[in-house]
């Protein structure tokens, strides 16, 4: 039995003569965490990674010869991989009508009749795969009837069969330290691009943001209690340190995990542990919230050098009435001070576009962000995109703003068509955010004698150089 890992929609950019995919990684820790069940339990795992519109015959060629004993195609997908995972299905099962296919993730696990109905999908996994994948394989293996799985949506001769996802697993020590050398077949040559492995303690959030799907996505198991768990400090060391072992040249490691610190008995026990087992320089994500001058602290034990943190946008209502981010723009700018106190590099998550939100009010965002003082070429900024299942899409669709436009990358366009903000004027600001913050930050610098006015250039440049809107007044 072989099953393959596509993971599909990679969009490549140059960058000081290199590809590099636009978003942080090509790694996915779900994939990686299944695969490693998988191959715990003898069934053999291929990983293909496919950059965004590959067209169908060089498809066909990486698929026939380096992939044709494949058994099971699996796609892992969110909303915006969709249409390109629907295209690269169909060629496959084309090309290999034996071939069976399954999608999961989160638009699957939210969305699942958009995706049962479609011709190259076979079979939907709503909820966490681990278990269910192991599952499928051991009743294809032996050809045993798939009806009844939990977790898995079927269908046969027009009938779909709908099952209830499995509980969450409560324990994650259970499973192994996820596959993160998987070896991939790609389109592109994999020795150029520059690629982020990621490490992550949690799963789940505790947070209720509008745009973010988490507490959607907990409410669809009979154990949503369960959603935001921990693993155990011990093991996730040991993951760490027999990572480092197999990779002794790696010098930093990236934990994209911005809820580590939600439990700070655990998050001391870590760090602690993690200042003497490995020592290795850090790349993390946060949360206001979670930063103080406690686990700051501890952040800097840890050697870390580097923190993202989500700001989103500028506009205090936007912020906690459409987002329901309920952070103000002072526990920002403390959390800042806080970690340019401890010598820490940081930069915030941006984006533009969202409801209610005008060219004026995105000005916002760019002045808070390089308020709050991170450095603004290390930053993180995209066009909002309303993912199916969230309340603000809900919100969305109901205001009639969305479009039909297919859009496959937060970094190019919005779905968006809003009266009081134009696409033209939303891929403007989303372009030339970071020169402006840029600027305002570097203005920051400055005795307030050259502060104040340079500002107020700034504040006219870009009212001045906009898309031109009716709606376009200073506030």
């Not at 990983?47 to 498809?59: E, N, Q």
């Not at 369960?226 to 155990?232: A, G, H, L, S, V």
């Not at 008995?265 to 406690?294: P, Q, V």
């Amino acid at each position: 039995m072989k099953v393959t890992f596509v993971v599909c929609n990679i969009d490549l950019i140059k960058h000081k003569g290199s590809l590099i995919p636009q978003w942080e990684s090509t790694y996915r820790e779900g994939v990686a965490s299944m695969a490693a069940l998988l191959q715990s339990n003898g069934v053999d795992v291929g990983l293909l990674k496919l950059s965004t519109g590959v067209s169908a015959a060089r498809l066909e060629t990486l698929w026939s010869s380096q992939l044709a004993d494949t058994d099971l195609a699996a796609f892992t997908i969110n909303a915006v991989d969709f249409p390109e995972a629907k295209r690269i299905a169909g060629i496959l099962k084309s090309r290999q009508p034996s071939l069976r296919t399954i999608c999961g993730g989160v638009h699957p696990t939210l969305c699942p009749e958009e995706c049962i109905i479609e011709p190259a999908f076979d079979i939907v996994c709503r909820g966490e795969g681990e278990h269910v994948m192991l599952e499928l394989c051991e009743k294809l293996q032996s050809g045993s009837d798939l009806e009844h799985l939990e977790g898995l949506w079927t269908k046969s001769s027009g009938v779909i069969r709908r099952n209830a996802p499995r509980p969450l697993m409560v324990d994650l020590s259970e499973l192994p330290a996820p596959a993160r050398d998987l070896p991939a077949v790609s389109d592109y040559d994999q020795d150029k691009v520059r690629d982020t492995t990621f490490f992550m303690a949690t799963r789940g959030c505790p947070y209720q943001c509008a745009y973010c799907c988490n507490h959607s996505l907990s409410q669809i198991y009979s154990n949503p209690q369960d959603y935001y768990r921990f693993k155990p400090v011990e093991a996730f060391i040991g993951e760490l340190r027999s990572y480092i072992v197999n990779h002794p040249a790696i010098s930093w490691l990236a934990l994209y995990d911005d809820m580590m610190m939600g439990d700070r008995e655990w998050f001391e026990d870590f760090s602690g542990r993690y200042a003497r087992k490995i020592a290795r320089r850090i790349f993390m994500t946060a949360r206001w919230e979670l930063l103080d001058e406690h686990t700051v602290a501890l952040l800097k034990r840890m050697s870390v050098v580097y923190v993202l943190v989500g700001l989103e946008v500028g506009d205090p209502q936007i912020r906690c009435e459409v987002l329901n981010r309920q952070q103000s723009d002072e526990l920002m700018t403390r959390g800042g001070t806080l970690l340019r106190k401890h010598g820490i590099r940081f930069g915030v998550y941006t984006m533009v576009g969202v409801p209610t939100e005008t060219h004026v009010k995105a000005l916002k965002t760019v002045k808070l962000a390089a308020r709050v003082g991170g450095n603004p070429l290390l930053g993180h900024h995209t066009i909002y995109f309303p993912f199916e299942g969230t309340p603000l899409y809900a919100r969305c669709k109901e205001e009639g703003l969305l479009s039909d436009r297919q859009v496959r990358s937060y970094f190019n366009d919005t779905r968006l068509d809003m009266p009081d903000f134009t696409r033209k004027e939303i891929r403007w600001a989303h372009q030339r955010f970071k020169p402006f913050c840029l600027g305002y930050w570097l203005t920051g610098k400055l005795p307030s004698l050259l502060h104040d006015p340079l500002t107020r250039f700034l504040d006219r440049c870009w009212l001045a150089w906009g898309p031109r809107h009716p709606g376009h007044r200073a506030d």
